[in-house]
RNA sequence: GGCCCCAUCGUCUAACGGUUAGGACAUCACUCUUUCAAGGUGGUAAUACGGGUUCGAUUCCCGUUGGGGUCACCA
């Protein structure tokens, strides 16, 4: 049980198909706070745009707050099963004066967005509606004319103190008189939002800066619905690498990309954490458990920050090479069924170790180790490409050598200190340097630059496996 | 355009009036390996600009510039 008092957040994203990674940072602080002070944190889907939210839209959510760790404490709710109280609280702002019926029609409302002198975007409804006499709207209520239900926005200042900005003013005179409730009797998302926050004792609304011109409309509404006002606090954007709003154009957003590019959970936390918030000292890498003692809302950035993939990736290697291979096997292990390539009853053991922390995502490891197993789908990588060209003929050349040195080994001696010794004895014999010899080999059997220790690489490779594919290399 | 928000290395950030402006990613060099990486060590690199306030401004105030968000019977 939450100790009395204890702060209630609230996650509340729309299904829209994916969990964009600045929703999953959103619900990552929620969630890092709700922890920290022993509060609760609620999931709430805003379902109410029927058209485009499915039951699978809403499960794509839930598996990647579920894959990041972060574990809700009330439901998911959905907003789409509320309309009965959204529409009570639009009728009650109705009845009291604070909201007015709306007979525009959408196309009337077009009309005079068209006609504004300042042009579309400057538009204020006239509240010409609100000048209707009563008689009037009796009579068009009476012959079943449509309405909307629009809010009566007071002229007045709008002020709060931002967890993370400060104080922010605005005046209700910029603002505009806003629908609460369709002609349809739907909720419009302000309305809704409050309506759910206020049912849900929800304390704290931490949500994404793009809302920050919503809130001022919020707040009135908080107001005339006569409800206490939460604490606000607006976490900044994460933005592309131009600088401009993340989206897909950037390529990946989706949590799930992640996932599927082999970035193991814990890492996309702790990068995630450490966009737009810090601990206040140089730690980097930390556990969930260290994010929520550190965590503070005072220590949210309110500068938009770039998401710096290359970052994440070296983050992810630093997990990887953290973790035993004993727990890599299994991760790795779906990646090769669906590579084709069948390990059979190896031990993955040192296959895992020798690639591992040269490695930054699991799908990285995976091919790395799938061509360990397999090195004739080894494909030439360009630094390879660029390798072979530059040696020229003494690639190959040289490959025979190494043939010739290693063949003589039988499968007792295929070790890493009796392959390293016939190698370097031949480089000693023949004056080739030591790296003239490697280089070929590692690229004939990876098609690329690096791998662990050539000779190491030979034993994990396998001797009669090692020497069909050099000796078919070095024929070229 | 109106309203609002923001401004420290290329990027993520630390410094809550006094520091040689710190760390991390990236980058460069060196170093280990008679092999590639990883690792280790070191280097390059920032307070947008202009005014104030102050003995002293990255830090407080104002302006300029630049960037961003938002202006629906979408969420």
Redesign the pocket.
């Known amino acids: 049980m939450p100790p009395p008092g204890a702060p209630r957040v609230r996650f509340a994203p ?1 299904p829209t198909g994916f969990l964009h990674v600045g929703g999953a940072r959103t619900a990552l602080f929620n969630w890092l706070y709700a922890r920290k002070t022993g509060g609760t944190f609620v999931l709430r889907i ?4 029927q058209a ?1 939210s499915t039951e699978a839209h809403t499960q794509v959510i839930l598996d990647g707050l579920r894959w990041l760790g972060i574990s809700w404490d009330e439901g998911p709710f959905f ?1 789409g099963a509320e309309v009965a109280r959204h529409q009570r609280d639009a009728d009650r702002l109705l009845a009291a004066g604070q909201a007015y019926r ?5 196309e009337d ?1 077009e009309q005079q ?1 068209a006609r504004a002198p ?8 006239d509240r010409r509606c609100l000048r209707l006499d009563q008689a009037e709207i009796d009579r068009r209520v009476a012959a079943g004319q ?3 239900i629009r809010f009566l926005m007071p002229a007045e200042e709008i002020a709060w103190d931002d967890a993370v ?2 104080v ?4 209700g005179r ?1 603002l ?1 008189d ?2 609460i409730l ?3 009797r ?5 309305l ?1 939002v409050v309506s759910d926050d206020i049912a849900m004792g929800i304390t704290h609304v931490l949500r994404g ?6 809130t001022p409309k919020q707040i009135a509404l908080y107001r005339a619905l006569g409800a206490s006002v939460p604490r606000f606090g607006h976490v ?2 994460i ?1 592309g690498p131009d ?3 993340l989206s897909k154009r950037h390529g990946a957003t989706a949590v799930g990309d992640y996932q599927h590019q082999g970035i193991l959970p814990a890492a996309m936390r702790n990068f995630l954490a ?5 601990p ?3 730690r ?1 890498i930390m556990t969930a458990a260290e994010l929520i003692a550190a965590f503070s809302l005072e ?1 949210i ?6 998401f ?1 993939f ?2 994440l990736e ?1 983050m992810n290697g630093q997990y990887l ?1 953290a973790l035993p291979a004993a727990a890599i096997e299994p991760l790795i292990r779906p990646a090769l069924a669906s590579m084709g390539v069948d390990p059979g009853d190896r031990p993955m053991g040192p296959i895992i170790d020798a690639v591992k ?2 490695a930054r995502t699991v799908t990285q490891l995976a091919e790395r180790a799938a061509v360990r197993i397999d090195p004739t789908r080894a494909k030439v990588e360009p630094k390879g490409i660029a390798l072979i060209e530059k040696m020229g003929p003494k690639y190959r050349e040289n490959l025979g050598h190494a043939v010739t040195a290693l063949s003589p080994l039988g499968s007792t001696e295929w070790t890493a200190d009796s392959i ?1 010794a016939a190698i ?1 004895g031949a ?2 014999r023949l004056e080739i ?3 003239d010899l ?2 070929p080999i ?1 690229v004939a059997l990876t098609g690329d ?8 690489l030979l034993v994990a490779v396998g001797r009669t496996t090692a020497l069909t594919v050099l000796e078919r290399a070095a024929r070229g």
């Open positions: 729309s805003e379902d109410t745009d485009r907003q709306c007979f525009c029609t959408k409302l967005r300042g042009g579309a975007e400057t538009f204020k409804y449509p309405y909307a900005h400060g922010i003013t605005w005046h910029d505009d806003l629908v369709r002609s349809n739907t909720p419009i998302y302000n809704a800066d793009d809302h920050i011109s919503n900044p954007m933005l600088g401009k709003k450490l966009l737009g918030w810090s206040g000292d140089d980097e220590a950035q309110k500068k938009a920050a770039v710096d290359t970052k070296w090479s922390s040269r390293l370097k480089g000693e340097k030591l790296a490697m280089q590692r630059t690096v791998s662990e220790p050539v000779n190491e």
